[in-house]
């Protein structure tokens, strides 16, 4: 069977999962701004929280009472939902092999070792993708139903590119670990490890301004909301950032499969 196909079948339902996950998580966002929004004080209520609190909740300095500047919060959480899962599944994709004792059965294909993790990571290229575009239909419906008048459609899918590169990064971080590491659930926990890292870092930039100069170590700080809807869109230093992190992690994925020792 053709290992695309193959590991497509593989992660099926983890995937539908994930989406029907996304759509919940959208849509009950996005029903509590109609509440909050109809008080009239959401802005008020919610800047006497303590700093380190608004930072948690990533307020930034969005307009709460507007539906844009309440997606904007609502953005972090599906960030951070959808990095999650990228993580999990590069990191699985290469290492459940010999997880699951099937390397045996993958080595004597007549393919060769770059074909074959070519072929996962289209696979887990295409999970994302389709976890992305879910994610921006069911923004795009349910951000439009609570909708009040504002043009937000540009900016949701402004969005959804700097989720979807973020995605591709924490996939290649996992693809990374997992060729490095030999054993899947180190390789696992290593990613969520990495990614509860740099929001936790992310959080503290927030909280701390001296901490500013740190942004650039946590991919979470690259495409924030406030930047992308606020101040002007992507910023071409973190873009170029993202350019070359994504191809380094692909070459060592790379690299790295092909000298490891597979176990069978």
Request: with cysteine; net charge positive; proline share 1%.
């Amino acid at each position: 069977m053709n290992v695309f196909i193959m590991e497509m079948k593989a992660n099926t339902k983890a995937l539908i999962i994930w989406c029907i996950a996304m759509l919940f998580m959208v849509g009950s966002g996005m029903s509590k701004y109609e509440a909050l929004s109809s008080s009239g004080q959401i802005n008020e209520i919610m800047s006497k929280l303590p700093k380190s609190m608004q930072a948690i909740f990533g307020l930034g300095t969005f307009d709460l009472s507007k539906v844009s500047g309440y997606y904007g919060m609502l953005f972090l959480y599906l960030v951070l939902m959808t990095t999650i899962h990228a993580a999990m599944l590069g990191a699985n994709i290469i290492s459940k092999e010999e997880r699951d004792k099937t390397t045996e059965f993958l080595m004597v294909k007549p393919i060769s070792r770059n074909k074959i993790i070519t072929a996962k990571l289209l696979a887990a290229f295409v999970n994302i993708i389709i976890l992305n575009i879910v994610t921006l239909i069911s923004s795009i419906v349910f951000v439009g139903y609570f909708n009040k008048g504002e043009v937000v459609n540009g900016d949701i899918e402004i969005l959804m590119v700097g989720m979807f590169i973020l995605q591709l990064m924490f996939m290649l971080i996992g693809t990374t670990l997992a060729a490095v590491i030999k054993k899947a659930k180190t390789a696992t926990s290593a990613a969520t490890g990495i990614i509860l890292a740099t929001y936790l870092l992310s959080t503290a930039i927030d909280i701390n301004a001296k901490l500013e100069g740190l942004k650039y170590v946590t991919l979470f700080k690259y495409f924030e909301a406030k930047n992308l809807i606020l101040m002007g869109g992507f910023d071409p230093v973190f873009v170029i950032l993202s350019s070359l992190i994504i191809v380094v992690l692909l070459c060592v994925t790379y690299i790295f499969y092909k000298k490891r020792d597979l176990s069978v």
